[in-house]
């Protein structure tokens, strides 16, 4: 990808924050899907609905970005084959603003909040005809004091930026040092599907890590450091909930420099065996929607920020959270569903 598309996306997308027409950067019949309850909007119009809510809620709302990356869309053989070639542009970081209006039914703080932000865009004739946005709610009502979860099990609060400041690249681009690091990603991606069943040692891939490496999980899980720590607080509790989970194939792979990200929508499917997130089996099939965005040294992974959308999750296997905070809220359910 050139570099002038990639600064002019990225122009384009701050802009978008602070109130610009969303016709400048977005395709006419560009589609947006979102974390739950955005979900899937088509058109320029749903899309303004989008980002019109956010500035309702945050009127003096500015991005901050921590990584900007673009290049190709590696093929990915479960997923279809027109996937693979795209042009697409991703970031992590936040949105910043006073909370001033409620949002999506979280009160607002009347402070300031940062809401995560993982995007993926796919841009055509310089313009966005598809986005992908996992917008971190669980973590906004932690801000905004209406946690509805037990406890996390790992380090809850606002994720860092790469250690080494280098992610981002909207000026620079180094597709063949991406590629590198992609093989790398995709290795550790084949050794995480050899678990037996049994045993976490089945699953070889901490050769892949630095030994320090940080794991930054969404709100509910929560931050990790080391092997001994993300076993600990997500990869053990996890298989525990979902022992069968298995990729269901990427929408996005793109690598450039030292920077790869991944992604699927669904990226991950699983039965609810087990107790996960203090809520006991279901038994339901579950569809994630989850990004990895890895900071590689080397041949080894030193950070993954780990957007999932644990709302829809949590809404598949029958535990409502917008409707549980409706509750909280005063506007409790007085009839059963039909």
Request: aromatic share 8%; charged share 25%.
């Amino acid at each position: 990808m050139m570099a002038s598309t990639k600064q002019q996306i990225h122009r384009g997308l701050h802009a978008l924050a602070s109130g610009a027409d969303r016709a400048d950067i977005y395709h006419e019949d560009a589609r947006f899907w979102g974390s739950h309850p955005i979900n899937e909007r088509v058109g320029v119009e749903a899309i303004r609905g989008v980002w019109g809510d956010l500035r309702r809620a945050l009127p003096d709302l500015e991005r901050r970005d921590a990584i900007f990356v673009g290049g190709e869309s590696a093929p990915d053989d479960r997923s279809p084959a027109e996937i693979a070639g795209r042009s697409l542009l991703a970031s992590m970081g936040c949105y910043q603003g006073t909370f001033a209006a409620d949002l999506w039914g979280i009160p607002a703080t009347q402070g300031v909040v940062h809401l995560r932000a993982c995007e993926v865009h796919h841009v055509v004739d310089a313009k966005i005809a598809h986005s992908y946005v996992l917008l971190d709610l669980l973590d906004l009502m932690r801000q905004a004091g209406v946690w509805p979860l037990a406890p996390s099990l790992g380090a809850e609060g606002m994720w860092p930026g790469p250690a080494d400041s280098s992610g981002l690249r909207a000026d620079a681009s180094d597709p063949a040092r991406g590629a590198e690091a992609m093989r790398t990603v995709l290795a550790m991606h084949t050794a995480l599907g050899e678990f037996d069943g049994k045993s976490i040692e089945s699953i070889r891939h901490e050769r892949y890590w630095t030994e320090n490496f940080l794991w930054y999980g969404p709100a509910g899980i929560g931050t990790t450091r080391g092997m001994r720590g993300f076993r600990a607080h997500h990869q053990i509790p996890f298989l525990i909930g979902f022992p069968d989970r298995k990729g269901a194939g990427h929408y996005v792979r793109v690598a450039d420099g030292d920077y790869v990200v991944t992604g699927g929508w669904p990226s991950v499917v699983g039965t609810h065996l087990g107790e996960w997130l203090g809520l006991p089996p279901t038994g339901r099939q579950i569809e994630m929607r989850v990004m990895d965005f890895y900071r590689l040294e080397g041949e080894r992974i030193a950070e993954n920020w780990v957007p999932i959308d644990v709302i829809h999750i949590l809404k598949q296997m029958g535990f409502d959270v917008f409707g549980r905070l409706a509750h909280r809220r005063g506007a409790a359910r007085l009839e059963l569903p039909r």
